[in-house]
């Protein structure tokens, strides 16, 4: 099944500035892949490797990946999870690390991971997977991403944080989300489905979840002021805009 209408949208929480991937904007594009784990590694590949280089290169001390619904789903390698979109950026990061940190004075540079998952037995694999890399400092995180948000930021003491938002379903509290991202220096990623947050946006049985998903319990009165005629999903994306921009 191709992950068909899969929108991302990311921030330097630096810059102030926003990014988005939608298929109705010049300039960008639709991402489409046959897997959701391919199309996560991908991205994930290209994101933490630029960023990673730039961010240890660059005078940081440590690089900091946060995966607010880590999984791991469907993955071949059930052990070492090196298929795992999260494997796959911590792998690339610590490559990166290993080659910056000799070409750069300064303090040995660290990269920390902090996965949460509620599902059990995906926990479970997670702190399997801390005690074979123990070369990286790993924190797992059990149950909701928005429940254990203050815990995270706790456990990051310093350097440049990435932040990885793909949930599984559409319930997100992005409010809680966005008090986190305002706290870090750093960027983050968020992944969602446009065409089923869309279809939700117009059930009136799931209203006040939608207000939680875009950050704005008046989002219908938002929406009104927004112009006439756009797509389902092109109003999703700018209510999500207005709550990572407020």
Known sequence: MERSGTVSLGRSCRRRSLRSFSPHEPHH????WPRA????????????????????????DAFNYVDGFAGPWKVRDEEGCSDASFGVAVDLL???????EPRRRGPRLKVRFYPCEKDPDAVARLRAYAQRKDHIEIHVFDGAFEDNLDQIALRIPNGFTFTFIDPTNWVVRIEEVCDFLKGRTGEFLFNFMTEEVSRHSVNPKVAHQFGDFVGDPNWEDTAKQLPAGLKGEI???????NAFRS
Do not use: M, P
């Open 235 to 241: 109003r999703v994306l700018h209510l999500l805009k």
């Open 29 to 32: 594009r639709a991402l489409r």
């Open 37 to 60: 784990n391919l199309y996560q590694a991908c991205v994930l590949a290209s994101i933490s490797g630029d960023l990673g280089a730039k961010v240890l290169h660059g005078g940081w």
């Open 94 to 100: 610590e490559t990166v690390r290993e080659f910056v």
